[in-house]
């Protein structure tokens, strides 16, 4: 597939290193001749120099000759108007990255799918459901939803205390819990284990579950007892992507939001139904007094400065916090902020992005795959077609890869538990988990 990615950032890198590593041609357009000679060193691919909403570097980097094209510039003009010039010269599809939530608002009769556009992602709307997930399942180190929320993925870490350690899936004394819910990986040492029947549970392996989201909250509170619901959550900046957590966080628990800025701390009270707004420097001890931190309080930075979240994350582990989590815009920071233990959770606005578009990518019959923040594996959301060859097949008859597992079936609305002897019909949507080097093949068995 020949994909041009408007916009060398870091979202446009993470997306060219992926698709390049499928094998997809990657024509790369920015303005800063910079970044592309950056990107270029690194990686496979063509670049163009120039504004990507000029239709003569369109026409350079021949955009009418590819399938697809992705604009993900800082500019949601330069975006838009990108995609709109690429549906005019017949690119089958066009993605668009936004920051300003209005250009989803389509209440105004303004509607950019209408207008050619496949996808319009917002990265701080991506990144608001994540944490609010993440908040939804304490104890949790990532927790997202599929299937319109009626399945969730979440994963945990192995301690000393948990009942799973060094048993099986078989061997655990709440097999109810175990089989109402599904063991599709284990990071174990940074390495991928794809977990059978006689995998053993050891110390510090990340565990990652599929199933019902109330079918996973039972089995956090048999797994993690000693972790409790949060009563109050902090949330440190008011911009768009705080505001959007507060709108979806403030109905299920006692919600402050502090916000430095004093128009910005009005705009959001006007927003706001049930969150305290407290117009306050979060980084000075007496904001988070008096925005009444305890023990079980989750703190939540997504300010746009790393460097600021993470001391606000450290003075609310010193005032009391039992949980908090960092927005990061730079990726290089990740890895040396979880290696730390800095935080408990970091989120990535740019990960998000890349998971939103990852997810159009593989559509129709592969209509979906996310990404694992902590996990090199891919979950991927597959539509069994009518007279498929697995159509009408078991499970266990169907040779997927060692490195992969089937992890749920969705079935007429309703989730189906996928054991070996479940038969496959058409129109099931199964949910995959594999390695990437495996996604290929997941592929050629499905399509």
Excluded at 97 to 104: A, I
Excluded at 389 to 395: E, H, P, R, S, Y
Aim: aromatic share 4%; glycine share 6%; with cysteine.
């Amino acid at each position: 597939m020949r994909i041009v990615i408007i916009g060398a950032g870091n979202a446009g890198r993470q997306l060219a290193k992926r698709l390049c590593d499928e094998k997809h041609s990657v024509v790369m357009i920015d303005q800063d001749a910079r970044a592309l000679a950056s990107a270029e060193a690194g990686l496979d691919i063509l670049t163009v120099c120039g504004p990507g909403s000029n239709p003569r570097v369109l026409e350079e980097a021949q955009v009418g000759k590819s399938d697809l094209l992705i604009a993900v510039t800082d500019n949601d003009e330069i975006n838009i108007l990108s995609c709109l010039f690429g549906h005019a010269a017949g690119v089958q599809g066009k993605i668009a990255r936004v920051t300003n939530p209005d250009f989803l608002d389509t209440s105004s009769g303004y509607d950019l799918k209408k207008m050619g556009i496949d996808l319009v992602i917002n990265q701080k709307q991506e990144c608001a459901r994540e944490v609010f997930n993440m908040l939804q399942m304490p104890g949790a180190l990532e927790a997202f939803d599929l299937f319109a929320g009626k399945v969730m993925v979440a994963g945990f870490a192995i301690n000393a205390m948990s009942p799973l350690l060094d048993r099986t899936p078989a061997e655990c004394d709440r097999l109810d819990l175990i089989q109402s819910v599904r063991v599709i990986a284990i990071r174990r040492n940074n390495q991928l284990v794809v977990p059978h029947g006689n995998t053993v549970f050891m110390q510090n392996d990340v565990v990652y579950l599929v199933g019902k989201r109330a079918d996973i909250a039972n089995f956090f509170q048999w797994v993690q007892p000693d972790i409790e619901p949060f009563e109050k959550v902090i949330i440190a900046g008011g911009g768009d992507l705080g505001l959007m957590l507060a709108k979806c966080i403030e109905n299920e628990v006692d919600t402050v939001l502090l916000e430095q800025d004093e128009e910005r701390a009005r705009f959001c009270s006007t927003e706001l139904n049930k969150t305290l707004i407290l117009r306050a420097d979060a980084l000075t001890e007496s904001a988070l007094e008096e925005s009444g931190l305890h023990d079980k309080t989750a703190f939540v930075a997504l300010t746009g400065d790393d460097e600021g979240n993470i001391m606000n994350c450290l003075m609310a582990q010193k005032q009391g916090a039992s949980f908090t989590a960092t927005q990061i815009t730079r990726t290089d920071f990740i890895p040396v902020v979880e290696s730390l233990y800095l935080v408990n959770r970091v989120v990535s606005p740019y990960i998000s992005t890349a998971n939103a578009i990852l997810h159009w990518l593989r559509s129709k019959k592969v209509r979906a795959a996310s990404l694992l923040h902590n996990l090199p594996g891919e979950l991927l959301d597959v539509v069994v077609a009518a007279n498929h060859k697995v159509d009408g097949m078991q499970i266990k008859d169907i040779k997927i890869p060692s490195t992969a597992i089937i992890a749920t079936v969705m079935r007429e609305g309703e989730v189906v538990t996928a054991t070996g002897d479940l038969q496959l019909q058409a129109e099931d949507r199964v949910l995959i988990f594999c390695h990437p080097d495996a996604v290929k093949k997941i592929q050629s068995i499905f399509l």
